[in-house]
């Protein structure tokens, strides 16, 4: 069964240091999400790609995160300087057919 | 704009009794109506999805749901729970504008005891 690829699962760094995680969407899905999620909270959307464009980063802090789908495939979320703040999880995501999204693994991100 | 309540933070039943997660939704056409499951440190797993057509729907694990577009809701329910069910549930609405997206609730954490 076709599923969502991230990398790392865990990743932990010290406060303003640059981090930089991956995802490789199910072959064939043309939209990508990037989500943050803290503990105990619903998933929050950062960005939306569709196929190598951005749709929407409206809700993506562009002064230090920055994504990237440069060939419409797989995607890579920056964050630079980090900060304490930005210890949670970083969900990404395909859409299927009826608008379901899959989701890979996660990356756990814990800032010191 | 659409919202999804998921009125329940914490759940506790008993290994073998039935359960029912609450979810409801405010859109402003007919929905798209997801359930998902996350175990602790990992991704969100779909359970089951709504779109059109029968409005029981069938998940994987057991599960299903039931939307009722008269009470805007659309819980989750499973008649007999297995402690491997401990999980933290969510419910999302969508599509959302040219961008189709989805809107998840706060989720449920369901805690099962043997």
């Known amino acids: 069964e076709a599923e969502v690829a991230q990398s790392p699962r865990y990743k932990i760094t010290e406060k303003s240091q640059a981090v930089a995680f991956w995802c490789d969407p199910i072959?064939?899905?043309?939209?990508l999400y990037w989500y943050r999620q803290i503990l105990g909270q619903g998933p929050e959307l950062l960005v939306q790609?569709?196929?190598?464009?951005?749709?929407?980063d409206s809700q993506l802090p562009k002064d230090r995160f920055s994504a990237e789908r440069l060939k419409g495939v797989d995607s890579t979320l920056k964050i630079q300087p980090a900060e304490l703040g930005d210890s949670a999880m970083y969900l990404c995501?395909?859409?299927?057919?009826?608008?379901?999204?899959?989701f890979g693994p996660g990356t756990r991100l814990t800032v010191l | 704009a659409q919202s999804v309540t998921q009125p329940d933070i914490h759940i506790t039943v008993s290994e073998g009794a039935s359960l029912e997660l609450r979810c409801n939704y405010s859109?402003?056409?007919?929905?798209?109506l997801f359930w998902y499951v996350q175990s602790p440190g990992q991704g969100l797993q779909l359970l089951l999805k709504y779109f059109s057509g029968d409005t029981l729907v069938q998940g994987i694990k057991g599960f299903e749901a039931e939307f009722k577009r008269s009470q805007s809701s659309f819980n989750l329910r499973k008649p007999s729970v297995h402690w491997s069910d401990a999980a933290e549930y969510f419910c999302?609405?969508?599509?959302?504008?040219?961008?189709?997206?989805?809107?998840f609730g706060s989720g449920t954490q369901l805690t099962v005891l043997p």
């Open positions: 072959s064939g899905h043309a939209t």
């Open positions: 790609f569709q196929d190598e464009s951005v749709v929407d």
């Open positions: 999302a609405v969508g599509p959302s504008g040219s961008a189709r997206q989805l809107t």
């Open positions: 859109y402003g056409a007919t929905p798209y």
């Open positions: 995501a395909s859409r299927g057919l009826y608008n379901e999204q899959f």
